[in-house]
């Protein structure tokens, strides 16, 4: 029960935690077309990210809830939501763009990792967002293959 307790207590705190994204984000001066091209590029796929892993970690509270402790597959979700949680923590606001946090989710930034994100350019920048949006795939892709074969 205490487990259980632990589990919810995670769940409900993770489920209130977005990233910062930016949905008007502030453009930069940059010497080439494709600099600002790829600037744009991250910040969507960035933004993307964002609300593919609002609807994952949704569905994942939603599984969790329908799923008894003592069910073979809870520890898979419990194995998810962990790798859910450490990849939460690859969504740093990015260089040049504004928080956009809805009323009532937690506020987080890593200034640090927002500085190095800064020293990127725009093509590594936009490489880095969409190596993170795959890890999220990956983890969405393995919910999904937990979830089709409870079904069968």
């Known amino acids: 029960m205490k487990f259980l307790t632990s589990v919810s207590t995670v769940l409900l705190s993770i489920f209130f935690f977005s990233s910062c994204g930016d949905s008007s984000h502030k453009e930069h001066h940059h010497d080439s077309q494709s600099d ?28 969790f809830a ?25 969504m740093v606001k990015l260089p040049g763009t504004e928080c956009n946090h809805e009323e009532g989710e937690l506020h987080i930034h890593d200034h640090a990792a927002e ?34 074969s409870n079904k069968q």
């Not at 991250?42 to 599984?63: M, N, Q």
């Not at 329908?66 to 690859?90: A, C, E, G, N, Q």
């Open 36 to 63: 600002n091209n790829a600037k744009s590029m991250a910040i969507s796929v960035h933004e993307e990210s964002g609300r593919l892993a609002k609807e994952f970690h949704v569905r994942l509270a939603t599984e």
């Open 66 to 90: 329908k799923t008894p402790p003592t069910d073979s597959s809870f520890i898979k979700l419990v194995s998810l939501d962990s790798r859910y949680v450490t990849w939460s923590k690859t």
């Open 115 to 148: 500085e190095k994100l800064a020293e990127l350019s725009d093509e590594d920048l936009l490489k880095l967002q969409n190596a993170i949006q795959e890890e999220l795939k990956l983890l969405i892709s393995d919910f999904d293959i937990l979830i089709e």
